[in-house]
């Protein structure tokens, strides 16, 4: 995915300098390459490169517009057709250079096009298969049809997923944006300003008024205004509702943190506490729809099917019937035929936009005309996920701009616990005194992060300056504490870059711990629950080949703590109602863990290499 943020605007105002800060709000969509389109006085003034924002700033100076300027764009990359290059960094001219195009997506016909506009003349400069849009869209302005209509009629050639933003160079009162299946929102200071960006962090300092494109919509954004049209009816604008944002303006900043993600890590007491308001009659809904259903699924892909994958353990203690995960981007391979009428499918998704989870429910609701119920997770309002979904859910994380997820996972198992113990109240399987302990349990789980967040970080960077010379790992564990390894393990992949294996401390057995030599670093993962005996053995059998055993446990554990050469103790009961509740409290070591071992490896915890972090192509 890429980022794109612009304005246009009549008042007097540092253009230059709030596009730059707000295309870096953005550079978590995808940070190979940057660019920026200027308009002012009938000609387009671009700069881009290759490189991290703040490294192509220092050369570029892109913060400098002409005096004047009211209209930009910018635009920051995660690559998909053609290598970071100056060249096929956005934005993206036509032939005459009067158009410039800001895209993030894919357009799936670009071949085509391109060898159908190459046969008319244009000269592409780009293997982008963005370059195609500026020049279809002066393709059909050479008909001598207006701006807005030219967008239109190129977007009925298009194929693919796109978000664009178009300005045109003797056009100085228009930015046109359209949407197809890439978020766009549009950010409002009635009668000053307007703002379009990929997300709404960009646009936070200055407004909280906000819409939210649908699919095949276009805005067309004047300073201070903007119309709104489906993409193949520009005669009548038509009306779409205001959102206004609740999140703090400090939620989208560093506050003070060197990184996101470890600002993010600190915040996950307070994210926990707002989700834990989650209004009750939704959950009931949730839980009701659970308990009817026939077949259950529950589908998403990195750290969002972890979070399943630990959820999935304690609603089925509760609901007594077999929920199956499945990996979303294996969803359709996997059921096929299989899939039958009255399911439910539980779709969990931090952005709402990864486009495999999005393909899923898609096609589970074609498939079976309608007759599925699809019940969605997500932190962001109005994201594409919600409008596929009968029931939502948004968690209350706030913005997360740190590729690695980390408040987001705690949410999304808190949300799917809460849905649990509704599913355990009315089906009365439990005591009065069981639901307490359980609701106990679970609203102490911020608190419990908060004090393992003030106590350990010094315990945390310890551990992993003795580790710093290892590149293989296992993080083992048993039961529902197999979603905290593999979840751990996938932190400490993305942000280390260290190769690390999250499995079942009991599989592991079969194969895996031929590996293990003398000081191979091996951390489980030990909430006393009914698996704690049996881990002890496993713990035992890969200390005695010569293992480097670090163990995550309780505050008061003594069994695993007596055979494990370093402990990180979790601030919480010795009890089976806490015990449940481990994937949410024990995550924040080994994310920190990973956090720590990123700065040790001099690595930049906030962009890891390669990653975006939303997944929007296939
Ligand atoms: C998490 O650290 C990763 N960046 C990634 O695995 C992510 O969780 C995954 O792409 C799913 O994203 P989503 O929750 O926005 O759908």
Known sequence: MCGIFGLITNQDIEIGKIILEGIKRLEYRGYDSCGIVAQHNSKLYVKKDAGKINEIHKRLKLDEFPFGTKLGLAHTRWATHGPPTKINSHPHLDCNEKIAVLHNGILENFFELKEELERKGHIFRSETDTEIFPHLIEEYMKTGIDFKFAV???????????GLAICHAEYPDQIIVVRKESPLVIGLEEGKTTYCASDIPAFLPYTRECYILDDNE??????????????????????????????????????????????????????????????????????????????????????????????????????????????CSEFQTQ????????????????????VDTIEAIRWAKEKLKNNVKILCITNVVGSSLTRYSD?????????EIGVAATKTYCTQVLTLALIGLEIAKFRKILTKEEIDNYYHALNSTPDIIETFL?????????????????????????????????????????VACRFIEGYSAAHAKHGPISLVREGFPIIFIAPPDETYERLLGNVMEFKARGGMIISVVVEDDRLITGFSHRTIRIPQPSDKYFSLFSPITFIPALQLLSYYAALKNGLDPDQPLNLAKTVTVH
Request: glycine share 6%.
């Open 391 to 399: 029931y939502v859910i948004v968690t209350q994380a706030g913005p």
């Open 218 to 327: 276009m805005a067309v954004l004047a300073a201070g205004y903007v119309d709104f049209y489906d993409i193949d009816n520009l005669t009548n604008p038509k009306e779409k509702e205001k959102q206004i944002i609740q999140w703090s303006i400090d939620a989208a900043e560093k506050g003070g943190y060197k990184h996101f993600m470890l600002k993010e890590i600190y915040e996950e007491p307070s994210a926990m506490r707002r989700t834990l308001k989650i209004s009750k009659e939704t959950l009931q809904i949730f839980a009701r729809i659970l308990w009817g259903a026939k077949n259950i699924y529950i589908t998403a892909a990195g750290t969002s099917y972890y979070a399943c994958l630990a959820g999935k353990f304690i609603i089925t203690k509760f609901l007594h019937k077999y929920i199956e995960a499945i990996e």
């Open 152 to 162: 239109s009629e190129a977007m009925k050639r298009c194929k693919g997923a796109y």
């Open 454 to 494: 003030q106590e350990n970080i010094d315990l945390i960077k310890d551990i992993v300056k003795n580790l710093d010379k290892s590149h293989n790992f296992f993080y083992l564990a048993r039961g529902i504490s197999i979603a905290t390894a593999r979840e751990g393990g996938l932190k400490l992949k993305e």
């Open 335 to 354: 059921l096929g035929d299989a899939l039958q009428e009255d399911s439910v499918i539980i779709a969990v998704s931090q952005s709402g936009e990864t």
